[in-house]
Each structure stands twice: as structure tokens, then as C-alpha cells.
């Protein structure tokens, strides 16, 4: 078993369907890996396509098996979470006004709370991926006051339960309020920079992690940790768009034991770990390198 104290997954219903993978085989492939730590979506328009009408097959379907394996979830609230279009909101609710959308996003916050609280493989909730960010996805709509809203809400549902919230750039120490129990840092290496037409690193050294974490500490008494560790493409287009030999351009085995090596380096637990249903979409079109150094370099 993979320790869940040190490393975890995202998975994502969203990125299975775009590798036109099963999510349920997916999902058993990594939980026969040894993983035991997951980030969970709670996407609001997969799971509430008409107002008042909900259905969360999917998402019970996964905190049910995981649960069966033993295993802990962190699950993601709100409109923003991971994977594109990074705000995922119903079509209905993104064509209401921003006072009645504001009110439909608090009325489902508190559905999934209320659903999924008395899960206890349950162990923290994560609000709002990147919340603050205004210049990436679709469907931005940046709003403090709302957030604020939306974390006096979670709080007053599931006290028991930390929030998660991450910072919204690679750089910079959050000051201003609603103030999280845990901060999440993403991290990425290698990425295409569309600006320049061509692979670019992003420069994040380990050091200004550890920096930025000790500034958190002295200033909220809070811990932090890596939220979101490159361990997949970030190509021209889609991943299943371009060819392996482009994908390893910015993930291939060295890349990846160097990531992890590089996350390791910044002394800060867990490591959640971004690409999961890439591996295993690799391992099933017949290679199993990329599996393998993320295996390899777990053990290092």
C-alpha cells in the first residue's frame, strides 16, 4: 500500500470520459496500485443537470469503493475544480443572474456536504480549486465575498472536517480572508508556454515552497501541503490529442522521478499527485513506462 499519509491521487470522472476510460476500471486499477488517498470532484453540473434534480451515482459509486479499500477522501466543493473547464457550472445556472446563481451554488454546497458528511473515509474537504484564479478556464467568475460565504457555510455544516483551500498562482503567500485550516500549493515543471510556442519551465524550486509554507505558518498558524504535483503532460493540445513522443516532451520517466524527487525536496506531506488516469490510459494502449517511474520513484 501506498502510504496516504505521504502521497495521494486526484481522480477525476471528467478526465476518464475524455480518455474514454471506464471510471470504474480506472478507479480499481489505482486502488489495485496501492493507493489509498484520493481527491474526489463533486462536479456541480454532472450532478445537478436541472435545478433541484440530482444525481450522484457516479460520485457515490466512487466514495463507496474507495471506503470499501480502506481508503481517505478529500472531496472538492464549489464551481471551481480540477480539470477543464475548470469552472463547471450547469448551463442553467451560469444563464441565471449572479444573485441567483450565488444562491443555487450555497444550495448545492450544502446537498453534497449534507450526502457525504456521515462518510467517514471522509477526512477533508477542498474549496474551491484556485478560487482566486481570473485567467484560466472557462466561465471565470471571481468573487471574495461569495467564497466567504461559501466557507462560513461548509464550516457551519461539518465543523469536524478541515478545509482545504489552495492558492491561486505558484507564487505568491494568501493574505486576505476566508483563512483555510490546510493550504494547498500546486506544482508544476514543465509546461507548454503558448506565448512563446514552445515547452518552458515553470522555475518553481522546492526552496520557495518551503519559504512560502514557514510564511504561512508564522502568519496563520496554518500547515500546508502539495495540493497538485505535475505528473502528466501539459502539451500544445489535449493529451489524446498529440502523440507519446510529444507527451514525454514535458512527462516522460526522467520527468517524473524528477518531480517527485523535486516534491520530496520541499519537506511538505502529503503529495498529491496530478495524472493518475493518464498512467493508466498509457498502461492500457500497451505502456506501462509511465506507471513504472511513478512507481519507481515512490520508492526512492
Known sequence: MISPETYGVSFSLKQCRAFGLDQSETLNWLLSKGWRRFRLMSYWDEHEKRPGQYDFRALDAQVERIARAGGKITLCLGARQP???????????????????TAALLRYIETVVNRYKPQSCIVSYQLENEALLKRFGRRPEVDRRRLSAEFA????????????????NSWGVPLRRPR???????????????????YTAAGQAAWLHRLRAGAIRFLWRR?????????????????????????????????????????????????????????YWRAAHGDSSIWEAVQSSLQE
Not at 483555510?180 to 514552445?198: E, L, M, Q, T
Open 83 to 101: 480539470r477543464w473547464p475548470e469552472n463547471h457550472w450547469p448551463d442553467w445556472a451560469w444563464a441565471a443572474s449572479k444573485r441567483e446563481r
Open 223 to 279: 500547515p500546508s501541503f502539495i495540493h497538485e504535483l505535475q505528473c502528466e503532460p501539459w502539451a500544445p493540445r489535449a493529451i489524446w490529442e498529440v502523440s507519446r513522443a510529444e507527451q514525454d516532451k514535458s512527462m516522460g520517466p526522467r520527468q517524473i522521478s524528477r518531480n517527485l524527487r523535486l516534491a520530496r525536496q520541499t519537506e511538505l506531506k502529503p503529495i498529491d499527485i496530478w495524472g493518475a488516469e493518464w498512467w
Open 153 to 168: 457555510l461548509v464550516r457551519q455544516l461539518d465543523p469536524s472536517r478541515p478545509i482545504i483551500m489552495s492558492t491561486s
Open 180 to 198: 483555510p485550516d490546510i493550504v494547498g500549493f500546486s506544482y508544476y515543471h514543465v509546461v507548454w508556454n503558448k506565448r512563446a510556442g514552445r
